[in-house]
């Protein structure tokens, strides 16, 4: 098959979590990567043994484990980084915010990483939107894209500051690299960088649009709002949907276009899907 190619032709191979559902489609992606002679880890997944297991043999048919890249902190993702620790030994562990779990075991390092830096074979780009703390890691024309880009549908934007600019410009940056294939966090390989990228950025500003048509048309409750704007998005998902629309009407306000009496829902500590 084309991915299985594509994956093959770069030394990436994938361990899919068995934790499906409709916010983590058929599970999370935990993706290898080998360098010389180890393999990187991206993104762990969740704290599921069996899971772990797979990770840690696949890894050691590669000659182990150089070092593990975290996309985000968010739980189907970072969860499994300790047990992964466990299994493996001490090696680096790469995210934005210098975080290692409690309990590491003794010898494992944080290393802090930030647009434009290299952790072994990656270079790092920042893209928040999905998540304040998020980055992606390119090594060559792939990039391991977490949840900035999902194989299949659309992304939950978690507002934080400049949630959905961020976002904007993270697409347009990875855009702009000349990449052939994405490995995301959920859903399948996409083999073609450029039309997905395109395909996200225009979905974004169509939402943008339908929201700004919807204020003009009187919406003003987020309920209003949602029923004109995410029609198409089923009931189990309209958390996710409103969560969305506030970084859509974030960025509004930042642009000083957004209406007197929008209701702006408060999502507390909400750390994503």
Not at 28 to 44: C, H, I, K, M, S
Not at 181 to 189: A, T, W
Request: hydrophobic residues 45%; proline residues 6%.
């Amino acid at each position: 098959m084309p991915d299985a190619t594509a994956l093959a032709d770069r030394r990436i191979a994938l361990v899919r979590a068995d934790n499906p559902g409709p916010k983590t489609l058929t599970g999370t992606n935990t993706w290898l990567l080998r360098d010389e002679d180890r393999a990187w880890v991206v993104d762990p997944g969740p704290d599921l043994p069996e899971h772990l297991d797979a990770v840690a043999a696949a890894a050691e048919e590669r000659g182990g484990v150089a070092g593990i890249a975290l996309t985000h902190r968010h739980d189907d993702h970072a969860d499994g980084v300790l047990g992964l620790l466990e299994r493996v030994g001490p090696v680096p562990v790469a995210t934005s915010t210098g975080w290692l779990p409690d309990g590491a075991p003794a010898g494992a390092t944080a290393t802090t990483v930030g647009e434009g830096d290299a952790f072994g074979p990656f270079a790092v780009v920042r893209t928040p939107g999905h998540a304040a703390d998020h980055v992606v890691f390119v090594a060559g024309d792939a990039a391991f894209v977490g949840d900035t880009v999902l194989g299949e549908g659309s992304v939950l934007l978690v507002p934080h500051e400049h949630a959905l600019r961020g976002y904007l410009d993270a697409l347009t940056r990875l855009r702009a690299r000349g990449l052939a294939i994405l490995l995301p966090g959920h859903g399948p390989v996409v083999l073609d960088a450029d039309a997905k990228l395109d395909e996200y950025v225009a979905h974004r500003l169509d939402r943008e649009r339908r929201v700004v048509d919807a204020l003009a048309a009187g919406s003003r409750s987020a309920d209003e709002i949602l029923d004109a704007v995410w029609d198409d998005a089923p009931g189990i998902l309209r958390i996710a949907a409103a969560v969305t629309l506030r970084a859509h009407l974030d960025k509004l306000e930042d642009e000083g276009r957004l209406p007197e009496g929008v209701e702006r829902q408060e999502f507390g500590d909400f750390d994503g899907l």
